[in-house]
């Protein structure tokens, strides 16, 4: 019995017509499966404590309260269950904690924004306080790999007699892999408002053609670790006084500065962890001055 041949197709273009060959191109990131996450969460105060109002979510961003089953709530961690940030991705979260409500926000894990194919990943953040609410938006490091697009803005609402501590930090490059950012986009900027008035408002903007020079000296030299740390609170002049005093011990560079009763600091370091270090010191410190409150280390920032 002789064996019969079967002739598969090839994948040889060659004799295809020009018409043809022209419909094979590269994929891009709109042609992919991406994430579109929502998260909504109102906290209020009542004589229990603070409480959960209201909470939306759509994946893959979660928000989970760890602690005892009917215990006021303290801290929130922010989730994001498909491990990572690619091009193309939207995601949105809003945090409003209402009058006396007191909350420190964090997330679970360091978030990753992986290199993109052509479309950046849009980031917004939100967050609202009311009269006399206290806010510690504390998340942890954003890992941004080689190649990666994204875009983040980060939007805060202040009334008058509220008090906030807000954190964004970026590590550009994966250090364990020896990993320099050669190109890309990262555009992160803030704005905040105090009853409605725009007081402060930042971007840091870097492109393809500004990663050949970002390791000038007139830019970040040698410091891979960059983050944006903000206070508003009825003591912000004294807390500007505390922490020039306090740089010089920190293990990492910082600087403050005041604007339109706002607290600023800004500080680099050549690693995630020296930066880790010197906002763990910082926090500490708000944590000594108050027995009570959300200004201290999120418990996640230790699992």
Excluded at 246 to 252: E, G
Aim: charged share 25%; with cysteine.
């Amino acid at each position: 019995m002789s064996a019969s041949r079967v002739d598969l197709p090839s994948d040889d273009l060659s004799g295809c017509p020009n018409a043809c060959a022209s419909t094979v191109r590269t994929p891009a990131d709109k042609d992919l499966q991406r994430s579109e996450g929502l998260a909504r969460l109102v906290l209020a105060r009542s004589a229990r404590g603070t409480h959960i109002a209201d909470l939306f979510e759509r994946s893959p961003i979660r928000i989970m309260f760890p602690g005892i089953r009917g215990a006021p709530v303290e801290e929130a961690v922010v989730v994001n269950t498909a491990g990572g940030i690619a091009g193309g991705d939207r995601l949105e979260i809003s945090v409003t904690v209402l009058a006396d409500a007191s909350v420190t926000v964090t997330s679970q894990a360091a978030e990753r924004v992986y290199r993109a194919l052509s479309e950046p990943a849009l980031i917004d953040t939100r967050l609202k306080l009311r009269q006399g609410a206290q806010l510690a938006w504390l998340p942890q490091e954003t890992i941004v790999y080689n190649g990666a697009r994204m875009r983040r803005s980060t939007e805060v609402e202040i009334s008058a007699g509220a008090e906030m501590l807000a954190l964004e930090w970026l590590v550009l490059g994966r250090a364990a892999h020896g990993e320099e950012m050669l190109g890309g986009q990262i555009i992160d900027g803030w704005q905040v408002k105090l009853d409605g008035r725009l007081i402060w408002a930042d971007r840091f903007r870097a492109t393809d053609d500004v990663f050949p020079r970002l390791r000038s000296p007139a830019l970040l030299a040698d410091f891979k670790a960059i983050a944006t740390l903000i206070y508003f609170g009825s003591d912000a002049e004294t807390w500007v006084q505390f922490i020039r005093a306090l740089a010089p011990q920190l293990p990492c560079h910082c600087v403050t500065t005041m604007v339109s009763r706002l607290m600023i600091v800004r500080l680099a370091a050549r690693d995630a962890a020296e930066l880790k270090a010197g906002l763990r010191e910082i926090l500490l410190n708000f944590e000594r001055t108050r027995a009570q409150g959300p200004f201290r280390v999120p418990k996640m920032w230790s699992c």
